[in-house]
């Protein structure tokens, strides 16, 4: 890892004017600065975003898709509007191929689900070993209710997918790879590249749960060729309440929707139903409209910003945070993958996750400790949890000197 000098890193952004556009990074936190390094769990919203949600309740709000009035055109066309946003965002070859949801959790259900009404005994869900739990519960249900079986791609001691294992477990009887793009306990990158290359050798549909990777980087998704890109508004500054589920056109076609409402049907009688048209046969009742125009604006924040510049400047100062979290003694990283984002989870001999970010708290550092929805990642490493420190752009060095700081006052406050 190279050592920067806090000054030089930058990335070319200007932070203090990002940071000056994010409220909520103006405060003080038991008197002392604010150092937000909890972004994993959720970032924080700049005020272009609160804007856009206040604009619409104040000026346009009524229901979508429905109405003649005025305030409905404007709402649906502003909801509509969002929709593009995220499309062009991913780069999906249409707006109808975005599903709005309640964030990855849904999207991901809504895929179990779905998908589900087709699986049988005889046939196998492949996830990896570093999931979040809302890529492992919503297939485990789906495997107790049809008998499938649920498998389990092996990972490494660095924290990394052991790939050639995971690809020796697809066969005829997979009928979906569900892996993380980035994982959120590890900060690991996947290969997902070659999963879906080697999954499309045998037709199996691949889902990527995108929750920590759309925040950091661009996300082509007709570049990976997946089936399905799950997302969360939250953690790319936008409202919670909102994610995405992407699909590819021809596969989210042939699926039955998982819930019926309005919305979702083009005639009802009591006899028959004839859905709707996507996307909108995914989405049953009244969406959350202020929830995607907000995640609309999100985007245009980030865009403005540059999802390059925002991943070129988040890898310097996850380097900068590593080496700086290395020179602590008594400090184990857990996750050490060759390919990562600014997640750096960690455990200090002696002190309990829990208590350190308790101390860390009354320095204005907040971070996450536990087990980050990821049980079976903290048993693999023999760990009950772990402190970690996840990284957004509107981050600064002085942030990391914060938590470096906070953490050397802990550590002698239990030595
Ligand atoms: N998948 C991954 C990889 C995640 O990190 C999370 C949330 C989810 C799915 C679920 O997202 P949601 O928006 O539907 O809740 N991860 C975290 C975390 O790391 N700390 O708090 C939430």
Same mark, same amino acid.
């Not at 042939?254 to 709707?276: A, C, H, K």
């Not at 009354?362 to 079976?376: D, E, L, Q």
């Not at 990284?391 to 060095?397: E, G, I, M, V």
């Given at each position: 890892? $190279?050592?920067?000098?806090?000054? !030089?890193?930058?990335?070319?952004?200007?932070?203090?004017?990002?940071?000056?556009?994010?409220?909520?990074?103006?405060?003080?936190?038991?008197?002392?600065?604010?150092?937000?390094?909890?972004?994993?769990?959720?970032?924080?919203?700049?005020?272009?975003?609160?804007?856009?949600?206040?604009?619409?309740?104040?000026?346009?709000?009524?229901?979508?898709?429905?109405?003649?009035?005025? %305030?409905?055109?404007?709402?649906?066309?502003?909801?509509?509007?969002?929709?593009?946003?995220?499309?062009?965002?991913?780069?999906?070859?249409?707006?109808?191929?975005?599903?709005?949801?309640?964030?990855?959790?849904?999207?991901? !259900?809504?895929?179990?689900?779905?998908?589900?009404? &087709?699986?049988?005994?005889?046939?196998?869900?492949?996830?990896?070993?570093?999931?979040?739990?809302?890529?492992?519960?919503?297939?485990?249900?789906?495997?107790?209710?049809?008998?499938?079986?649920?498998?389990?791609?092996?990972? /490494?001691?660095?924290?990394?997918?052991?790939?050639?294992?995971? %690809?020796?477990?697809? /066969?005829?009887?997979?009928?979906?790879?569900? %892996?993380?793009?980035?994982?959120?306990?590890?900060?690991?990158? /996947?290969?997902?590249?070659?999963?879906?290359?080697?999954?499309?050798? %045998? &037709?199996?549909?691949?889902?990527?749960?995108? @929750?920590?990777?759309?925040?950091?980087?661009?996300?082509?998704?007709?570049?990976?060729?997946?089936?399905?890109?799950? =997302?969360?508004?939250?953690?790319?500054?936008?409202?919670?309440?909102?994610?995405?589920?992407?699909?590819?056109?021809?596969?989210?076609?042939?699926?039955?929707?998982?819930?019926?409402?309005?919305?979702?049907?083009?005639?009802?009688?009591?006899?028959?139903?004839?859905?709707?048209?996507?996307? #909108?046969? =995914?989405?049953?009742?009244?969406?959350?409209?202020?929830?995607?125009?907000?995640?609309?604006?999100?985007?245009?924040?980030?865009?403005?910003?540059?999802?390059?510049?925002? @991943?070129? #400047?988040?890898?310097?100062?996850?380097? #900068?945070?590593?080496?700086?979290? $290395?020179?602590?003694?008594?400090?184990?990283?857990?996750?050490?993958?060759?390919?990562?984002?600014?997640?750096?989870?960690?455990?200090?001999?002696?002190?309990?996750?829990?208590?350190?970010?308790?101390?860390?708290?009354?320095?204005?550092?907040?971070?996450?400790?536990?087990?980050?929805?990821?049980?079976?990642?903290? &048993?693999?490493?023999?760990?009950?949890?772990?402190?970690?420190?996840?990284?957004? =752009?509107? !981050? $600064?060095?002085?942030?990391?000197?914060?938590?470096? &700081?906070?953490?050397?006052?802990?550590?002698?406050?239990?030595?």
């Amino acid at each position: 890892m $190279s050592s920067m000098a806090p000054d !030089n890193i930058t990335g070319g952004l200007d932070i203090e004017a990002i940071r000056a556009d994010f409220p909520i990074l103006q405060q003080k936190v038991h008197g002392c600065r604010l150092a937000y390094l909890d972004n994993a769990a959720s970032s924080q919203r700049p005020h272009s975003v609160i804007e856009a949600v206040s604009h619409y309740y104040e000026h346009d709000h009524a229901n979508v898709h429905r109405g003649v009035h005025s %305030l409905s055109h404007r709402a649906t066309d502003a909801y509509e509007g969002a929709r593009e946003k995220v499309r062009k965002f991913i780069n999906a070859s249409a707006a109808s191929e975005i599903v709005f949801t309640g964030g990855t959790t849904e999207s991901i !259900n809504l895929v179990a689900a779905s998908l589900g009404q &087709d699986i049988g005994p005889d046939d196998e869900i492949l996830i990896s070993h570093m999931e979040h739990h809302s890529n492992i519960v919503p297939w485990k249900l789906l495997c107790e209710r049809t008998g499938a079986t649920l498998r389990v791609a092996p990972i /490494n001691k660095r924290g990394e997918l052991i790939l050639e294992e995971m %690809l020796a477990m697809l /066969n005829p009887r997979t009928r979906i790879v569900a %892996l993380a793009h980035v994982s959120n306990a590890l900060g690991t990158v /996947n290969p997902v590249s070659k999963v879906i290359e080697a999954a499309h050798e %045998l &037709d199996i549909p691949v889902l990527l749960d995108g @929750a920590q990777a759309a925040p950091h980087a661009a996300v082509d998704v007709q570049k990976l060729g997946c089936e399905f890109y799950a =997302f969360s508004g939250h953690k790319m500054c936008g409202p919670t309440g909102i994610g995405v589920l992407y699909g590819r056109q021809d596969v989210l076609e042939r699926l039955p929707p998982w819930q019926g409402g309005g919305e979702m049907i083009l005639s009802v009688s009591f006899e028959d139903t004839v859905y709707n048209k996507l996307p #909108y046969k =995914f989405e049953a009742g009244t969406p959350h409209i202020a929830g995607a125009i907000g995640l609309g604006a999100a985007i245009d924040y980030l865009d403005s910003i540059g999802m390059d510049r925002i @991943a070129a #400047y988040e890898a310097q100062l996850r380097d #900068y945070a590593g080496q700086r979290l $290395s020179e602590i003694d008594g400090l184990r990283i857990i996750g050490e993958a060759e390919s990562k984002v600014g997640v750096h989870s960690f455990v200090i001999d002696g002190i309990h996750p829990h208590d350190l970010g308790t101390v860390l708290d009354h320095k204005g550092v907040a971070i996450r400790t536990g087990h980050h929805c990821a049980m079976p990642v903290m &048993d693999f490493f023999c760990v009950a949890g772990t402190a970690r420190a996840s990284l957004a =752009f509107y !981050n $600064s060095a002085e942030d990391i000197d914060q938590l470096i &700081d906070a953490l050397g006052v802990a550590t002698e406050m239990f030595a």
